[in-house]
Every structure is written in C-alpha cells, then in structure tokens.
C-alpha cells in the first residue's frame, strides 16, 4: 500500500541532544512537509521541499534542519537550539501543482 | 484577522444527526479547499477536496464552497461514534493554510 511512513512513533530525549526523526513515502510524490502540532496551535509548516536536493524554511524553522537527497525521504532534525521541542511532528507528501497533502501517523517528541 | 478561522468546539451531538462544520478565510486568492479527520495521536486523513464553488458529496459527507462569502462547510450525515475526532479545514493556493480544527463528539 502507499503511504507515508514516520519513525518512531514515540520518541524521548534529554535536553541539550539533537534527535532525526525520519519519514518516507512511496507514494512518488515530488513535495514534502514537516509540520508541528501543539494543542490550540493547529499545524505550523516548519520546512518543505518541492524537489530533490532543495528546501525552504517554513513559518518556525529556527532550531530545525532538514535535508532531501532522495525523493522518497526527507528527514527532520530537532537541534538543541529548538527552545520548545516537546511536540508532535507530522510528515506530509503531495504531488505536483494544486495537490492536497497526505499525511504520515506522526511522531511524538517528548524532551525532558 | 486569521487567514483561515475554525471553532474549536467541541461539538457534541446525537447519534444519527447531521453535523456541520465551518470554516471562514479572509484571501479571496484562496483556491482550493480541504478537509481532513484526525483521530487522537493519529496524523489527519483527506476527507474532501475541491477547487470549487459549490457542493461535493461523497457517501455521508458533502463539503459545500461559498467562495462569494469565504465560507467552507463539512456536512456528516447519519452521524456515527466512529466520527468523533478532529476536523481540520485547510484552504489553499501557493502555500496552504490549516484551520485549528474543530472536536467532534458524536454520543450514542
């Protein structure tokens, strides 16, 4: 079946450590999405990429890296520098022009 | 004033009822139009997309577009407990805009 898959489900970390969270589809779309989800807040688009080897900041990108050198993966780092990182973080795909997105189930970072 | 406005509810209502659910968007630019279900700790599902003025219906649910007035609307039908969860409006056209969703509880 295609689909968006993120990894892990639920995650935990100390404060001060970076920490990959990984999504991957093989749904063959183009466009990529990492969003945040707080509760009140709605979804907040952190990075995107619409192609291979390329991406643009998002509303809250400061304290996030991210990279796209396959088509099919595009992972999210949480820096130490992200003031707020206890969040869940939501992976999406989309195909080429006015697409909606598709969503992955999410991963749940917990920092303490 | 929000780009995409949405009450967050909850909205609780009986087994059976029909429910409706709005969203607002103040960017008459705004050229397509989403609606998406997520269920607790679970990442959103499409339920309805349009590029239109007007209704589409799919099994129980009819998305409705009144570009005129900036207002989207998400009718449930026959409403099921299987239908309590979150739904999120999501209004776009470069870049695309998510409402907070509203909590919908349906009470058997």
């Known amino acids: 079946d295609g689909g968006i898959t993120q990894s892990p489900k639920y995650l935990f970390r100390k404060e001060g450590q970076n920490v990959t969270l990984s999504c991957e589809q093989n749904?063959?779309?183009?466009?990529m999405y990492w969003y945040r989800q707080d509760p009140g807040q709605g979804l907040r688009l952190i990075y995107y990429?619409?192609?291979?080897?390329?991406?643009q900041k998002g509303d809250i990108a400061e304290g996030y890296s991210v990279s796209r050198e396959k088509k099919e993966s595009f992972p999210l780092t949480v820096t130490s520098a992200q003031k707020n990182p206890t969040a869940f973080y939501l992976c999406?795909?989309?195909?080429?022009?006015?697409?909606?997105?598709?969503f992955g189930n999410g991963t749940r970072l917990t920092v303490t | 004033q929000k780009e995409v406005e949405q009450d967050p509810g909850p909205l609780s209502v009986p087994e059976g009822a029909i429910v409706s659910l709005n969203c607002t968007y103040s960017?008459?630019?705004?050229?397509?139009f989403m609606w998406y279900r997520q269920y607790s700790r679970k990442g959103p599902e499409l339920l309805m997309y349009?590029?239109?003025?007007g209704n589409k219906e799919d099994g129980r649910f009819t998305a409705q577009v009144d570009k005129s007035s900036k207002y989207i609307s998400l009718f449930i039908r026959d409403s099921q407990p299987s239908d309590s969860a979150t739904y999120l409006c999501?209004?776009?056209?470069?870049?695309?805009?998510f409402g907070k969703g509203t909590r919908l509880h349906i009470l058997p």
């Open positions: 990429s619409q192609i291979v080897n390329d991406f």
């Open positions: 960017n008459s630019a705004f050229q397509y």
């Open positions: 749904l063959n779309h183009d466009a």
């Open positions: 999501a209004i776009g056209d470069d870049k695309i805009i």
């Open positions: 349009t590029y239109s003025s």
């Open positions: 999406a795909s989309s195909g080429t022009g006015r697409q909606p997105l598709h």
